[in-house]
């Protein structure tokens, strides 16, 4: 994978993250079907918010995402928009999620610019979490 750099009406940029989050009390709640539905909504926002989306996996307990997002947008308002509605969505369409937690999100989540490793390796990490 190549650096390559994309472009606003203003800003040239390439700034990828890779984000991490878990479930209130890290429980194993993203199975069962909404680990599914979480793929499509993470899908849905980051193409209604031109952020490209590299590299996804969603484990029963956690989220790692790959994305490269408009740093005048923000990597925070993108996270904010994705567990936002993602909570919204999810926890309307699987009772089991209002059954088991208050609220599905922590408010934390981890996030680290990927700047200084080449894109491959990381991509590779993410790929890689369902055989840990």
């Not at 899908?43 to 918010?49: I, P, S």
């Not at 080449?118 to 790929?127: D, H, S």
Request: proline share 4%; glycine share 4%.
């Amino acid at each position: 994978m190549s650096s390559q750099y994309r472009s606003n009406r203003n800003v040239v940029f390439s700034c990828k993250y890779h984000v991490v989050w878990c479930p209130k009390y890290r429980r194993s709640v993203l199975v069962d079907g909404a680990d599914e539905q979480l793929k499509a909504i993470v899908n849905r926002v980051c193409e209604a918010r031109q952020a490209q989306l590299i590299e996804m996996e969603v484990m029963p307990d956690h989220v790692h995402l790959l994305v490269d997002v408009d740093p005048q947008f923000g990597i925070h308002r993108l996270v904010k928009e994705i567990k936002g509605t993602s909570s919204r969505e999810l926890r309307a369409g699987f009772s089991f999620l209002k059954r088991r937690l208050p609220t599905l999100w922590t408010n934390s989540y981890f996030v680290s610019t990927v700047g200084g490793a080449p894109l491959a390796i990381v991509k590779q990490y993410i790929e890689n979490q369902r055989r840990v």
